[in-house]
C-alpha cells in the first residue's frame, strides 16, 4: 500500500515545468506572465485529470478490468494537495466534475434499451440486465478514482477533506450548478446497511463504521467510549483517546473548557462516546456525550458545572435516564452523512446493555438560530406596523416600565447582549413571551415544510418528539446570545421512533408534548405573524 507524503507542491511543480525562476515574495507576475501560468496550471489540470482517472471499463468487462496504478491516484493527491488557493481547488474539482461524470450518451442508450423491452414480450432475466446495465451507465466516472484513493493509506482523510473543500467552495459560491451536487454526494459515498454503513458500498467494501464492538482497549473496534481512568490492559491507548477526544471539542455544542472539565464528562455517571474510522485509529469523527441521571434534565448546567461525585462508584438503581446533551461533528467533509443518526441509534443498544432497567432516553438540546430568528422578526414588526405585535399589551408595559424606552427598539438591544439575564425583573417579565415564541419557531417554523431549527430536524428525522422547552436552561454567554437561554428536550420513545420518523417523513408533521402544543397555543392567540 502506498503511504502518501508531503511532496513538493503543484505550484512549485508547474514553474519548474515553465523553467520560471524561483524567487523570493515581489511585485507581482505581468499580466502576460500570470496569463501563462494560469494556462499552463489549467493545461496540467486536464493532463492530470485524463491520466488519474481511469476510463469506465465496458460493461462486460467492469470485473476483469485491473485496477489503476497506485501513482496514479497518488498523482491526483499530491497535486490536489499542492493547491494552495481554494480557487484552484475549486477548479480542478470542477473540471472533475464537468467532464469526468456520467457518460449521457450512454444512459441514453441503456434508458432506450429498457424502455423498448417494457414495450414487448421479454423474458425476466433479460429485462434485469438491461437495467442492471443502465445502472453501471449512471455511475460517474469519478467514483472510481475516488474509490481506490480510499485504499491509499491515508486516503479516507484526503477524501474526507475534498468534501470539505467543496462544501466551503459551494458556500463561497467558487462552485455551482447540478454536478458539483453531484460531484458532493459521490465524493464520499455511504448508505445503510442494516445496523451498519458502508462507505464506497458500489465496490462491495465494508466499512469498518458497520463493526460493533465498546471493549476497553479493543483497537479495531470503531465505537468506543472514553473512561478518565482504565485499569485493565491498553489504558495508555485509551488514554491517548480521552486526550484526542478533549482536543477535538473545539467545534462542540458545550466547547470543554479544561482537563477537569473533561473529567467530569467522562467519569461517573457521565458516558463519552465516538466514531472513528480504522484508517485514522483514536481520531473522533463524531463525539457524543451522554448524563446518567434519575430525570430529564431541564438545565445544562446541572451537567457540565455539577461538580463530579466524590465516589467512582455509580448508585445504578438511581439511573432511569440517559440526556444525551452534546453531539459534535469534528470533520466538515462529513455534514449530511448520517453519522449522528446512526451513531445515538448505537449508544442507546450500548446502554441498554449496561442498563437493562434503563426506560428514559431524552436529548438536552440547544436552539441555535432562535435569537436571530426573533431579532429579524423584531425589526420586520417594527418597520411594517410601527407597533409591537408579538407581545401581549401588558407585557410591554412591563417591559417599557423596567426599561424605560420603547418596547420594540428596547427589545432589539437588550436581546443583542446577555446583560439582561443578570435582571432579575426582566427574566421574569420576558419569560412567557420568549417561551411561546420560542414554541412557535421550533413547531411553527418550516423550511421546505420541515423544521426550520437545524437541530429540531435532526431529532424529529430519527423519530423523537418535541417534548419540553426550558427557561434559563443555558445561561452562558454563547446561550444567552444564541437562544435567549432556552433549551429543548427531544424525547426518544424506542417504540414509537420508527412511526414517529416516518410521519413527520411523509407528512411533515411533528409529534409534540401538550407543553409544547400550549406554548403554540399560546402564540397563536396572542401574537400575530
Partial sequence: MRVLRPTVSAGRLLLLWLRLPLRPPGPRLSSGRAAAAAGALERAMDELLHRAVPAMPAYGLREKTPAPAENQCADFVSFYGGLAEAADRAELLGRLARGFGVDHGQVAEQSAAVLQLLQQPRDAAVLLQAEDRLRYALVPRYRSLFHHISKLDGGVRFLVQLRADL????????????????????????????????????????SPLSISGNERGAEKHVLRMVFFRVPEPGAGHLAFTVRNAAEHQAEAVHPVKNWADMKRRVGPYRRCYFFSHCSTPGEPLIILHVALTSEIS??????????????????????????????????????????????????????????????????????????KWLLGLLKSKAKDHGRNELLTDSECKEISKITGGPVNETLKTILSSSEWAQSEQLVRVLQAPLMRLCAWYLYGEKHRGYALNPVANFHLQNGAVMWRINWMADVSLKGITGSCGLMVNYRYFLEDTASNRTTYLSSKSIKASEQVLSLVAQFQKNSKL
Fill in 298 to 371: 431541564s438545565s445544562i448546567q446541572t451537567i457540565i458545572v455539577k461538580e463530579s461525585p466524590t465516589s467512582e462508584t455509580e448508585e445504578r438503581d438511581k439511573i432511569t435516564t440517559a440526556v444525551l446533551y452534546s453531539l459534535s461533528l469534528t470533520q466538515q467533509g462529513l455534514q449530511g452523512v448520517e453519522l449522528g443518526a446512526f451513531l445515538i441509534k448505537r449508544v442507546v443498544k450500548e446502554l441498554q446493555k449496561e442498563f437493562p432497567h434503563l426506560g428514559t432516553f431524552a436529548s438536552l438540546s440547544p436552539i441555535p438560530g432562535f435569537t
Fill in 167 to 206: 462544501l466551503e467552495a459551494q458556500a463561497l459560491k467558487l462552485m455551482e450548478g447540478p454536478h458539483v451536487r453531484v460531484l458532493v454526494s459521490n465524493s464520499l459515498c455511504w448508505q445503510r446497511c442494516g445496523d451498519g454503513l458502508d462507505v464506497f458500498p458500489s465496490e462491495g467494501q465494508r
